[in-house]
Every structure is written in C-alpha cells, then in structure tokens.
C-alpha cells in the first residue's frame, strides 16, 4: 500500500484494542507516532505493560461516549484483533472512527472475519461489515495476507470527498446536523451520523497535512492572519513565537541547566500543551509526549495533531487515565495557577504523583506564588526539590519523585470537592 506512505504520509496513527502496544512499539522506530487504547479486561493491564515498555498509550474503551481526541485527527486507525463489534447497532462504533480518521484516511482492520471463512459467524461477520463500510462510503482498498501465518488484513479508506455522500440511495448512516459540532469530544456521547468533508481550502481537512517532518514546523494552511492564537498575536505569528520559545527554554535550560539525566527519560507528559512546542523541541531525543490541553484552555489539540504529534484532552480536576507510576516526567507551564480557580490543587498534586514514577522529576513554570505552593506540597511528600528559580512575579521548579511511601493512609476529599 504505498498510499500509507509510513513516517511521511501517515504520521499520527490511532491503534484500537492495542494488546501490548507491539504495533505501535515497531512503528515508534520507524518515526511513526502510535495513540494505542486499551480498556481493562480479561487481558488485565495490557495499557500498564505497554507503558512499562515505553509505548505511548491511554486506558479508553469504545462504549458510549466518543473518544477524547478531536475530529479528522489520525492519518490511519489500526484494530488487530480488537474485539470491537464494528457491524452492529449500524456500525454505531465504526462512526465514531469515521470521525477520527482525516478525510483519505485509513483504517487497517486485521481480525479473523477477513480471512476465516470456515466459520459461519465469521462469514456473517464480513457481510455486515461490508454492508455497513459500503453505506459509509469507505473503500476496500486491499487485502492483504501473511505468507507465514496465512493472518490477513482489510484495509480500507475514508473519502476524500462528499461526492459518494450525495450519491447514496439511502441516507443510512445520516449526515450529521450542522450544529453537530464534531470536535466536542470530553463527556460526549457517540453520535450516530457522519461528518461531511471540509470543501473549502481554508477549512482543517480540505488537505493532506505536509509530509512529516515538515508538518512539525510549519503552521498549518488553515490558521489564519485573522484569526488571535492563545497568545494574542495572528495565529500562524503565535504558532511560530510559541515554537521559537520551547527550542530556546528546551535547549539553553531543559537539557542544560536543570540536570535532568535525559537518558533515563521516555515517558513524558506536558500537562498544559497549547501547540505542542515543548514536545516538537524534543523531536530528536528518544522519547515521546503526551501532550494534554485541558478542557478549559482554548482548544489547539488538533494542531498539535497537524504537526505530527499527539495528545488528548483532560480535566485536572479529574484523575487521568492511565496506571500508577507510568511517566518518567511531567511538565506543565502556568497550569496551577490557572487550575485553582477550579479546583483544589492538593487532590491533584496527588495524581501527579501517581502517575510519576519514582525518582521521575516534575518541571513546572508558572507565577511565584502557585511555584511556592506547589514546592510545599511535594516536599510534604518527600520529594527532592532539585531547582527553584524566580524572577519577578515568574518561577521554575524542578523537583523529583523519591521513593518514599506513608506508612498510614489517609483519603483525601476530590479536587473539586
């Protein structure tokens, strides 16, 4: 399939059903970015031993509600052997891909319905799903098989047009209503219809994003010269700004100045990204981000997307989704400050440090005042404040997660108790 064009076309790609993210661990080496999601099941932690591999993935399930991810956002979606019912209820659960997937798109589906045609359910399986694809207006592109062990793999594609759309005799699945806003995506319920494709050229999805790794540093075509980035200047001039700042604070502090050993470092977590500069100034280093934009921060996860990188989105006054212990570090710029408005800061403080392992370091930048608090709180958990910096109203805190454990356990109210 040389449309799938890995690690220049296709960049960004969300495996379903990950197992122990071996897919996404092979395509990491191949500069190829995996979102892997699993639920807990009978397989147990399949998410937790993937991260323990230094696999980026999340704990998700294909229920009710739509994944945290915005619309048109992956380059391919991969399911082997995912146990999803993709066929039923309308393929209910395959729109909910349909909206992820970037117009021209693929989704690579390995699963004994392809190639086992010896049992019944199996047959029944494919007839409904290619019932359910056709109405979609996805195209079977290939099957391909494994000369060794005879496993295969449909591979189809999204259209890059409305022109099937319109061409349907029946509307089943529907358009989506106008006001269905495609990218509402924390809290919201599966939606049982499909997206038109974007026509106009200014419109995210018009287009193919540049090949990888130009897309990381150039601003998208569609951040207009009208339009104010969250920093106040025209988006594509904010986009760039932002993009200078990281490169200078990752190289002239980050990887100098603060004595992080980076070497030990895979995991790691930016915990307010706006367009992800942070991660795109660690591009060459031997790590991956999770780049989160809370839901109350204005909403750039699909530029972070059109660059080549990933991320998801949260609320910090609610628990992440991920396994005690799975990140070696954690950054966050002027995240506290903002997030007391909402919350309390000690529940969260406490999931931050859950999900770090110990001996993972915390880097936070934000004003003086939310810098000393945070520094009192991590020392009454025993960590190592490594760094302190202030200047003006601005600090920087670098401290590290030590091994310490209470001996007595105590639960603490919600953060937004």
């Keep these: 399939m040389p449309g799938l064009a890995w690690a220049k076309r296709s960049r960004v790609i969300l495996d379903v059903g990950c197992g122990v993210a071996s897919f996404g661990g092979y395509l990491f080496e191949t500069d190829v970015l995996t979102m892997s999601i699993a639920p807990k099941d009978e397989h147990e932690a399949q998410v937790q031993f993937a991260l323990e591999r230094g696999i980026p993935a999340v704990s998700a ?16 979606v991969h399911c082997a052997r995912c146990r999803v019912p993709w066929h039923i209820e309308g393929g209910k659960l395959l729109l ?22 010896k049992s019944p359910e199996d047959v029944e399986i494919w007839k409904a799903m290619a019932t359910v694809t056709k109405n979609m207006c996805w195209e079977l592109m290939v099957i391909k098989s494994d ?31 106008e006001s269905v806003d495609p990218n509402a995506a924390w809290d919201v319920l599966l939606q049982e219809c499909m997206h038109k494709v974007p026509t106009d050229a200014s419109e995210r999805g018009s287009r193919w994003p540049e090949p990888w790794p130009v897309r990381l540093e150039k601003p998208p075509y569609w951040l207009m010269n009208t339009q104010l980035g969250p920093y106040g200047k025209p988006s594509p001039d904010d986009f760039e700004a932002d993009y200078i700042h990281w490169k200078h604070v990752v190289q002239n502090s980050y990887l100098k100045g603060i004595g992080v050993n980076w070497s030990s470092v895979r995991n790691v977590m930016d915990m307010k990204a706006v367009y992800g500069g942070f991660a795109a100034a660690l591009k060459d280093m031997q790590l991956w981000v999770m780049n989160v934009v809370p839901i ?30 799975s990140y070696d570090l954690l950054h966050a710029d002027h995240l506290f400050s903002k997030l007391k408005k909402r919350c309390n800061l000690v529940p969260v403080i406490a999931e931050v440090d859950r999900i770090l392992r110990p001996e993972g ?15 009192n709180m991590v020392k009454s958990l025993h960590w190592d404040v490594q760094l302190t910096y202030f200047e003006e109203k601005e600090g920087l805190l ?20």
């Design 398 to 417: 670098c401290a590290q997660k030590s091994m310490w454990r209470p001996k007595e356990v105590e639960t603490i109210a919600s953060a937004t108790g």
């Design 361 to 375: 370091l915390l880097i936070l930048r934000d004003t003086s005042d939310a810098i000393r608090e945070i520094e």
């Design 296 to 325: 109350d921060s204005p909403d750039t996860l699909s530029i972070i997307y059109e660059r080549g990188l990933f991320g998801i989105y949260h609320d910090w006054c609610e628990s992440f989704s991920t396994y005690p212990r």
């Design 61 to 76: 399930v294909m229920g009710t509600r739509r994944l945290p991810f915005p619309s048109m956002v992956f380059d391919v």
């Design 96 to 117: 909910e891909l349909n909206r992820l997937l970037r117009p021209g798109g693929y989704f690579v589906w390995s699963a004994t319905p392809v190639y086992n045609k």
């Design 147 to 177: 000369k060794v062990n005879r496993v295969s793999a449909a591979i189809y594609r999204k259209p890059s047009s409305n022109e099937c759309y319109k061409n349907r005799r029946k509307d089943e699945p529907p358009l989506c209503q």
